[in-house]
């Protein structure tokens, strides 16, 4: 059982450096000055833990670092300016020309990007696999496979992989295993406990929380953020702003009462929604009818305020009328993980890009519960429901 409260209030955080404030300070600073050669020669020495250069780290940053490493148990933790930055720097730091990368199927979709369209640029073969099978992974194994990429859940129709099965057979055959964890956040699922190598995040959704800061967070042994430290995150310079990590350091503080709240909403609107006669079925992980329900038992504590609802109805007119009557409460808008609840309706994707056709019907819609209550929201989605 992790100390949350320890490692959110006050890990990282040593008051007697910052004049004993209760908050530690935005130190917006690029660069830091040294007394004399020697320490400037030790400053290079060790530029991860050093104060040499922002890019590289900084002061406010580290405390943000240190506590994320200790919520996913893993050794040490980079952040970044995106989540997307995290997820290529693990990728790539652990690939060359001629490599091979196994990929869940329908990951998030600048993950399929970076895999299908940048990597492949650089010589790099990949796979995506259906990762609910474990078979179908150690089938797409070939001597060159370096790196196992998976995603559980995804961020839309939630299919999980089994994190023991795939961390034994990846350490068997010398792969490195990376997870995007985002669905679950550090509260809700730790994969270095089941032997998974790198942990990445959309650190914009819940460790965020309220929808005004993009970054992300690696998190993996001291020498695995050494190397991607002194070759990606260094070269690529995607590093986080001291003031975002700030605002970063402050929305942990309430991390754990958010995510309970938005899951005791999520699953009182599940309720709800599954006994409208509209409703043809819900797609939650730790929903008793979820194909994996077990699975997701066995390696999640929580799920969060992610959903998605397929509805009964055969007209795309209906559908889109039904969304917009839900907008100003269910705002049509990307992301999640914030303090608002939102919508993202199938039927936006129709029509939109000539020749394109979405793998999902247009009565699929995915939501995100935010810290509204669950009456508010019931009684919006109770009225709008007469719409379709
Ligand atoms: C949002 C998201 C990302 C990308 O993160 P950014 O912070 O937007 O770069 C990656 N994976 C998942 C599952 C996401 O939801």
Same mark, same amino acid.
């Given at each position: 059982m992790?100390d949350?409260s320890?490692?959110?209030t006050?890990?990282?955080?040593?008051?007697?450096?910052h004049?004993?404030?209760? %908050?530690?300070p935005i130190v917006? =600073? *690029?660069n830091?000055?040294?007394?004399?050669?020697?320490?400037?020669k030790k400053?290079?020495?060790?530029?991860? $833990?050093? /104060?040499?250069?922002?890019?590289?780290n900084?002061?406010?940053v580290?405390?943000l670092r240190e506590?994320i490493a200790?919520?996913?148990?893993?050794?040490?933790?980079?952040?970044?300016?995106s989540?997307?930055a995290?997820?290529?720097s693990?990728?790539?730091g652990?690939l060359?020309a001629?490599? !091979?990368?196994?990929? %869940?199927?329908?990951?998030?979709?600048?993950?399929?990007k970076?895999? =299908?369209k940048?990597?492949k640029?650089?010589?790099?073969e990949?796979?995506?696999?259906?990762?609910?099978n474990?078979d179908e992974?150690?089938?797409?194994?070939?001597? /060159?496979t370096?790196v196992?990429?998976?995603?559980?859940?995804?961020?839309?129709t939630?299919?999980i992989q089994?994190?023991q099965?795939?961390a034994?057979?990846c350490?068997? /055959?010398n792969?490195i295993?990376i997870?995007?964890?985002s669905?679950?956040s550090?509260y809700?699922q /730790?994969?270095?406990? +089941?032997?998974?190598?790198?942990?990445?995040?959309?650190?914009t959704? @819940?460790?965020g929380?309220?929808s005004?800061?993009?970054?992300?967070?690696?998190c993996a042994?001291?020498?695995?953020?050494?190397?991607?430290f !002194? *070759?990606e995150?260094m070269?690529?310079?995607?590093?986080?702003?001291?003031?975002?990590?700030?605002?970063?350091i402050?929305s942990?503080?309430?991390?754990?009462?958010?995510?309970?709240?938005?899951s005791?909403?999520?699953l009182?609107?599940?309720?709800y929604l599954?006994?409208?006669p509209?409703?043809? @079925?819900v797609?939650y992980?730790?929903?008793?009818?979820?194909p994996?329900?077990?699975l997701?038992?066995?390696q999640?504590?929580?799920?969060?305020?992610?959903? =998605?609802?397929?509805?009964?109805t055969?007209?795309? !007119?209906?559908?889109?009328? +039904?969304?917009?009557?839900?907008a100003?409460?269910f705002?049509?808008?990307?992301?999640w993980?914030g !303090?608002? *609840?939102?919508?993202?309706?199938?039927c936006?994707? @129709?029509?939109?890009?000539p020749g394109?056709?979405?793998r999902?019907?247009f009565s699929?819609v995915?939501? @995100?519960?935010g810290l509204? $209550?669950a009456?508010y929201?019931?009684e919006h &989605? $109770?009225?709008? &429901?007469?719409?379709?």
């Amino acid at each position: 059982m992790k100390d949350w409260s320890h490692i959110l209030t006050h890990l990282g955080e040593n008051k007697v450096d910052h004049f004993n404030a209760i %908050v530690p300070p935005i130190v917006q =600073s *690029s660069n830091f000055k040294f007394p004399d050669i020697a320490s400037f020669k030790k400053g290079f020495q060790n530029e991860l $833990e050093s /104060n040499v250069y922002t890019r590289g780290n900084n002061p406010t940053v580290k405390i943000l670092r240190e506590k994320i490493a200790m919520m996913e148990g893993s050794e040490d933790a980079l952040v970044f300016s995106s989540g997307s930055a995290g997820i290529s720097s693990a990728i790539i730091g652990n690939l060359s020309a001629g490599d !091979h990368i196994i990929c %869940v199927e329908n990951p998030y979709s600048w993950t399929f990007k970076l895999i =299908s369209k940048f990597l492949k640029r650089f010589g790099i073969e990949y796979s995506f696999v259906d990762g609910t099978n474990i078979d179908e992974i150690q089938l797409a194994i070939r001597d /060159n496979t370096k790196v196992l990429m998976l995603e559980s859940p995804n961020s839309l129709t939630f299919e999980i992989q089994d994190l023991q099965e795939c961390a034994e057979l990846c350490k068997k /055959n010398n792969i490195i295993s990376i997870i995007d964890n985002s669905y679950c956040s550090p509260y809700y699922q /730790n994969p270095i406990d +089941f032997g998974i190598d790198i942990v990445v995040h959309s650190g914009t959704k @819940y460790l965020g929380g309220h929808s005004d800061v993009v970054f992300g967070a690696l998190c993996a042994s001291k020498s695995m953020v050494e190397k991607i430290f !002194h *070759s990606e995150f260094m070269t690529l310079g995607a590093c986080i702003s001291p003031h975002d990590a700030w605002l970063v350091i402050r929305s942990l503080r309430t991390l754990p009462i958010r995510l309970e709240k938005i899951s005791q909403t999520t699953l009182k609107v599940i309720e709800y929604l599954k006994t409208h006669p509209k409703i043809d @079925y819900v797609c939650y992980p730790l929903d008793k009818d979820f194909p994996q329900y077990q699975l997701a038992q066995k390696q999640m504590r929580g799920a969060g305020g992610l959903f =998605s609802v397929n509805y009964k109805t055969s007209n795309i !007119h209906k559908m889109e009328v +039904f969304c917009n009557a839900l907008a100003e409460v269910f705002q049509l808008a990307v992301s999640w993980g914030g !303090h608002e *609840s939102l919508q993202i309706p199938t039927c936006v994707f @129709y029509n939109l890009n000539p020749g394109e056709t979405p793998r999902l019907p247009f009565s699929f819609v995915r939501y @995100y519960i935010g810290l509204e $209550e669950a009456d508010y929201l019931i009684e919006h &989605l $109770e009225k709008a &429901l007469t719409l379709l």
